[in-house]
């Protein structure tokens, strides 16, 4: 068998690619980044084959390195070299003696494999965007130690804010549900749901960037980012509950949103929900023990870790309208104070009971001690002097308990009933912060009703 024009054909095509196919293809990659503002994304695309270094020493790509191996194999055919040896063997002689072509052929072919996944490549990072999510979300299921995948997801979706992409919403929808309840299921500690730190730093991203769009056109994706509902696990019953860390990051959003009522109400309403489907009450269960003669509580554990994480819950809101009332931003108090979504109206996340106000107040008071509480994070206030920031902090959200306690009274006035009287504790210790939390809180309170503007935007006649 005769090879015929292998040279002609290979070093044709080689040259062909050399001088046209990859310089436009390079030119094309070097705007991967651009398209969606990533650089995670470009980092991929630099470690999909053949753009990636083999050699970490040299800056050659693999590619670059197959270019040169190609001009290589030109040699033997320009410098006619003939087999120094004879096996006498004909399939073997064959192979000698039309071995300059072969390797021509061979290193073509290789050659011409490399340009095609190159193009590919390209297509896949600079084509339809669908098609680039649904790529890397299947790689995140097959590299899991491989974040830039995640990454380059997050970016893109930020990237798409005001696209109007419907298609892709559904799909970075359900991917980001399961990215969240895998960890939520994943995570061990101690009961407390962590999140990876690229997680927590794309939600801070993206409402930022919502914040800063005329108009977001992926509306699903806006709501799961500002109403914190990818953070709040609905594994409750599992023992799964919300961490300090996030409840840390969820303050950091909710700093930012705070001049923007329409997205602290789409916060307030998925609490609201939150709330009421999973921190609902556990009522006691009773069993006879024989060994005592009476009936004990056998699910008194899980009645204390429920209650301390409504405590919690309540609490971080508590600090939200400290914020709220701080800036001003009498309508999204408003909107907390009317919204409900029970008949009759019913608010689990607003205090009413006097005892509850009273114990929050003292809580929150200046003069107690809050370092030795169980608050799930560290609020801090814009605009507020670091030296003097928990004082200042602390000192609005008792301000807002205060003025939680005026809408008791409004509310109860309306009903025609009287409010009922706090309950004293019967403990020294805490008899003592009652006693001396009383002056600051009927401060508070006249310093609200005192408020005009407040009371008129709020309804509240005294």
């Not at 050659?60 to 040169?68: C, G, S």
């Not at 309840?181 to 960037?209: A, C, S, W």
């Not at 109400?265 to 023990?289: C, G, V």
């Not at 009274?409 to 939390?437: A, C, K, M, W």
């Amino acid at each position: 068998m005769v090879l015929k024009y292998v040279p002609e054909i290979c070093v044709g095509l080689d040259i062909a690619i050399i001088s046209m196919g990859y310089p436009i293809l390079m030119s094309n990659s070097s705007t991967v980044g651009e398209k969606y503002n990533s650089k995670s994304l470009s980092e991929l695309y630099e470690n999909m084959i053949p753009i990636n270094r083999p050699i970490k020493k040299f800056k050659f790509t693999l590619f670059e390195w197959v270019i040169i191996l190609c001009l290589l194999s030109f040699i033997p055919k320009i410098l006619n070299l003939q087999p120094i040896i004879v096996s006498g063997i004909e399939w073997l002689d064959w192979i000698l003696s039309n071995s300059a072509d072969l390797i021509i052929l061979f290193v073509t072919a290789i050659f011409c494999t490399l340009f095609i996944l190159l193009a590919q490549a390209n297509m896949l990072f600079l084509g339809r965007t669908n098609r680039l999510i649904d790529f890397l979300i299947h790689r995140t299921k097959s590299k899991s130690d491989n974040k830039y995948y995640d990454l380059s997801i997050n970016e893109i979706t930020i990237s798409l804010l005001s696209k109007k992409e419907n298609t892709i919403q559904k799909t970075l929808l359900n991917y980001y549900a399961t990215r969240f309840r895998d960890e939520q299921i994943t995570d061990d500690h101690k009961g407390e749901v962590y999140y990876p730190d690229y997680l927590y730093d794309f939600v801070e991203e993206l409402i930022e960037n919502i914040l800063e769009t005329d108009k977001v056109k992926l509306g699903a994706i806006e709501h799961r980012a500002v109403s914190g509902v990818w953070f709040k696990p609905d594994l409750i019953e599992q023992g799964r509950l919300i961490s300090t860390k996030t409840y840390q990051r969820m303050w950091y959003n909710l700093l930012q949103m705070a001049r923007s009522p329409k997205h602290i109400k789409m916060f307030w309403r998925n609490s609201f929900q939150y709330y009421r489907l999973n921190l609902h009450h556990y009522y006691p269960q009773y069993e006879y023990n024989s060994d005592s003669g009476q009936h004990i509580i056998v699910n008194q554990s899980e009645i204390d870790i429920r209650d301390k994480e409504k405590f919690r819950f309540l609490s971080f809101h508590l600090c939200m309208g400290g914020m709220l009332l701080q800036q001003r931003q009498i309508e999204s108090i408003k909107f907390m104070f009317t919204f409900t979504q029970s008949e009759p109206a019913s608010f689990e996340i607003l205090p009413e009971n006097p005892t509850e106000l009273l114990e929050f107040f003292i809580l929150f008071n200046v003069g107690a001690s809050w370092s030795n509480h169980n608050l799930p994070f560290r609020p801090y206030l814009d605009g507020t002097e670091p030296i003097n920031s928990e004082d200042e902090t602390r000192g609005w959200v008792c301000q807002y308990i205060a003025l939680l306690f005026v809408r008791a009274l409004v509310r109860s006035h309306r009903r025609g009933t009287e409010l009922s009287q706090p309950n004293l504790p019967e403990e020294t210790i805490q008899l003592i912060n009652v006693f001396d939390s009383i002056n600051a809180f009927r401060f508070n309170v006249d310093r609200i009703i005192k408020d005009e503007e407040l009371m008129d935007e709020l309804n509240f006649q005294i």
